[in-house]
Protein backbone atom coordinates (compact mmCIF):
# COMPACT_ATOMS: atom_id res chain seq x y z
CA UNK A 1 0.00 0.00 0.00
CA UNK A 2 1.87 3.57 -0.96
CA UNK A 3 1.01 6.44 0.83
CA UNK A 4 0.97 9.99 -0.10
CA UNK A 5 1.96 12.73 2.55
CA UNK A 6 1.18 16.65 1.51
CA UNK A 7 2.72 18.97 3.57
CA UNK A 8 1.24 22.24 4.24
CA UNK A 9 3.45 23.87 7.21
CA UNK A 10 2.35 24.90 10.11
CA UNK A 11 4.33 24.65 13.79
CA UNK A 12 5.06 20.84 12.19
CA UNK A 13 7.63 22.65 10.02
CA UNK A 14 8.47 25.61 12.36
CA UNK A 15 11.91 26.36 13.43
CA UNK A 16 12.98 28.57 15.74
CA UNK A 17 15.84 32.04 14.11
CA UNK A 18 18.00 32.81 16.45
CA UNK A 19 18.62 36.13 14.78
CA UNK A 20 15.00 37.89 15.13
CA UNK A 21 13.97 35.55 17.54
CA UNK A 22 10.80 34.18 15.45
CA UNK A 23 9.20 31.11 14.32
CA UNK A 24 9.65 30.47 10.78
CA UNK A 25 9.94 27.66 8.05
CA UNK A 26 13.01 26.26 5.81
CA UNK A 27 12.22 22.82 4.90
CA UNK A 28 10.02 20.29 5.93
CA UNK A 29 11.14 17.53 8.39
CA UNK A 30 8.93 14.75 7.05
CA UNK A 31 11.97 12.73 5.56
CA UNK A 32 13.48 12.68 8.74
CA UNK A 33 10.45 12.42 10.87
CA UNK A 34 10.30 9.05 8.83
CA UNK A 35 13.63 8.17 8.93
CA UNK A 36 13.94 8.66 12.51
CA UNK A 37 10.49 6.27 12.95
CA UNK A 38 11.56 3.37 10.94
CA UNK A 39 9.22 3.88 8.86
CA UNK A 40 8.75 0.62 6.47
CA UNK A 41 6.02 2.19 4.20
CA UNK A 42 5.97 3.54 0.94
CA UNK A 43 5.44 6.92 1.33
CA UNK A 44 5.37 9.99 -1.21
CA UNK A 45 5.99 13.48 0.36
CA UNK A 46 5.29 16.13 -1.65
CA UNK A 47 5.59 19.77 -0.06
CA UNK A 48 2.14 21.96 -1.16
CA UNK A 49 3.25 25.00 0.46
CA UNK A 50 5.09 25.77 3.69
CA UNK A 51 2.50 28.53 5.82
CA UNK A 52 0.79 28.86 9.40
CA UNK A 53 -2.50 27.73 9.66
CA UNK A 54 -3.97 31.35 10.41
CA UNK A 55 -2.52 32.89 7.10
CA UNK A 56 -4.28 29.60 4.94
CA UNK A 57 -7.41 31.45 2.58
CA UNK A 58 -9.87 29.70 0.54
CA UNK A 59 -7.25 29.16 -2.01
CA UNK A 60 -4.77 27.55 -0.10
CA UNK A 61 -7.48 25.13 0.85
CA UNK A 62 -8.58 24.58 -2.61
CA UNK A 63 -4.97 24.00 -3.65
CA UNK A 64 -4.64 20.97 -1.05
CA UNK A 65 -7.87 19.32 -2.50
CA UNK A 66 -6.87 19.95 -5.82
CA UNK A 67 -3.62 17.70 -4.79
CA UNK A 68 -5.88 15.30 -2.65
CA UNK A 69 -8.14 14.63 -5.63
CA UNK A 70 -5.33 14.48 -8.40
CA UNK A 71 -3.47 12.39 -5.86
CA UNK A 72 -2.74 7.73 -7.59
CA UNK A 73 -3.11 7.37 -3.99
CA UNK A 74 -6.10 6.34 -2.33
CA UNK A 75 -4.80 7.43 1.17
CA UNK A 76 -3.18 10.39 2.17
CA UNK A 77 -1.82 12.86 4.97
CA UNK A 78 -1.76 16.24 5.19
CA UNK A 79 0.62 17.72 7.82
CA UNK A 80 -1.38 21.22 8.82
CA UNK A 81 -1.36 24.28 11.26
CA UNK A 82 -3.63 22.87 13.99
CA UNK A 83 -4.95 26.40 14.20
CA UNK A 84 -7.81 26.18 11.27
CA UNK A 85 -7.01 21.74 10.43
CA UNK A 86 -10.81 21.66 11.47
CA UNK A 87 -11.96 23.93 8.82
CA UNK A 88 -9.45 22.59 6.12
CA UNK A 89 -10.44 18.82 6.91
CA UNK A 90 -14.37 19.81 6.38
CA UNK A 91 -13.66 21.70 3.20
CA UNK A 92 -11.68 18.08 1.85
CA UNK A 93 -15.11 16.82 3.31
CA UNK A 94 -17.28 18.64 1.34
CA UNK A 95 -15.31 18.40 -2.10
CA UNK A 96 -13.42 14.64 -2.14
CA UNK A 97 -14.77 11.42 -2.03
CA UNK A 98 -13.34 8.01 -2.70
CA UNK A 99 -10.25 8.38 -0.54
CA UNK A 100 -8.87 8.35 2.94
CA UNK A 101 -7.27 11.54 4.00
CA UNK A 102 -5.93 12.46 7.24
CA UNK A 103 -5.08 15.59 8.61
CA UNK A 104 -1.89 16.20 11.51
CA UNK A 105 -0.13 18.72 13.01
CA UNK A 106 1.87 19.83 16.18
CA UNK A 107 1.43 21.51 19.06
CA UNK A 108 5.18 22.18 19.55
CA UNK A 109 7.66 22.49 16.11
CA UNK A 110 9.59 18.89 15.66
CA UNK A 111 12.97 21.04 16.09
CA UNK A 112 12.35 21.35 19.41
CA UNK A 113 12.98 17.87 20.44
CA UNK A 114 10.13 17.37 22.84
CA UNK A 115 7.71 17.65 19.99
CA UNK A 116 4.28 15.68 19.60
CA UNK A 117 4.70 15.83 16.03
CA UNK A 118 6.81 12.30 15.51
CA UNK A 119 3.92 10.68 17.00
CA UNK A 120 0.62 12.40 15.74
CA UNK A 121 2.66 11.32 12.31
CA UNK A 122 2.91 7.75 13.40
CA UNK A 123 -0.79 8.09 14.49
CA UNK A 124 -1.82 9.75 11.14
CA UNK A 125 0.25 7.28 8.52
CA UNK A 126 -1.58 3.99 10.60
CA UNK A 127 -5.37 5.39 10.73
CA UNK A 128 -5.04 6.45 6.92
CA UNK A 129 -3.99 2.64 6.31
CA UNK A 130 -7.18 1.80 8.57
CA UNK A 131 -9.68 3.87 8.08
CA UNK A 132 -12.85 3.77 5.03
CA UNK A 133 -13.04 6.23 3.46
CA UNK A 134 -13.70 9.58 4.81
CA UNK A 135 -11.50 12.58 6.40
CA UNK A 136 -10.30 12.67 9.58
CA UNK A 137 -7.97 14.66 12.15
CA UNK A 138 -5.53 12.76 14.59
CA UNK A 139 -4.00 14.40 17.20
CA UNK A 140 -2.99 12.98 20.57
CA UNK A 141 -3.36 9.25 19.34
CA UNK A 142 -7.14 9.74 18.71
CA UNK A 143 -9.30 10.32 14.91
CA UNK A 144 -11.87 12.27 14.51
CA UNK A 145 -14.09 12.68 11.88
CA UNK A 146 -14.42 16.00 9.46
CA UNK A 147 -16.75 18.34 11.26
CA UNK A 148 -17.09 17.19 14.66
CA UNK A 149 -13.85 18.33 15.96
CA UNK A 150 -12.41 21.04 17.54
CA UNK A 151 -8.81 22.37 19.30
CA UNK A 152 -9.76 23.27 22.91
CA UNK A 153 -6.73 25.79 23.03
CA UNK A 154 -7.36 26.14 27.19
CA UNK A 155 -6.05 22.75 27.40
CA UNK A 156 -4.14 22.39 23.90
CA UNK A 157 -6.10 19.09 22.81
CA UNK A 158 -8.58 17.66 19.97
CA UNK A 159 -11.77 16.62 20.88
CA UNK A 160 -14.78 15.86 19.49
CA UNK A 161 -17.92 19.09 18.73
CA UNK A 162 -20.95 18.48 17.72
CA UNK A 163 -20.87 21.65 15.47
CA UNK A 164 -19.12 22.05 12.19
CA UNK A 165 -16.21 24.62 11.99
CA UNK A 166 -16.63 27.92 10.45
CA UNK A 167 -14.74 29.09 8.15
CA UNK A 168 -11.76 31.31 8.38
CA UNK A 169 -11.45 32.56 5.10
Known amino acids: MSLRVFVTGGTFDKEYDELT ?7 THLPEMLRRGRS ?9 MMIDSLEMLGSHRQQIAEACARAPESRLVITHGTDTMPETAQHLAATITGKTIVLTGAMVPYAFGSSDGLFNLGSALSFAQTLPEGVYIAM ?3 YFAAGHVMKNREVGVFEESPNPPTSQD
Open 140 to 142: NGR
Open 40 to 48: MLDVQVEVL
Open 21 to 27: GTLRFRE
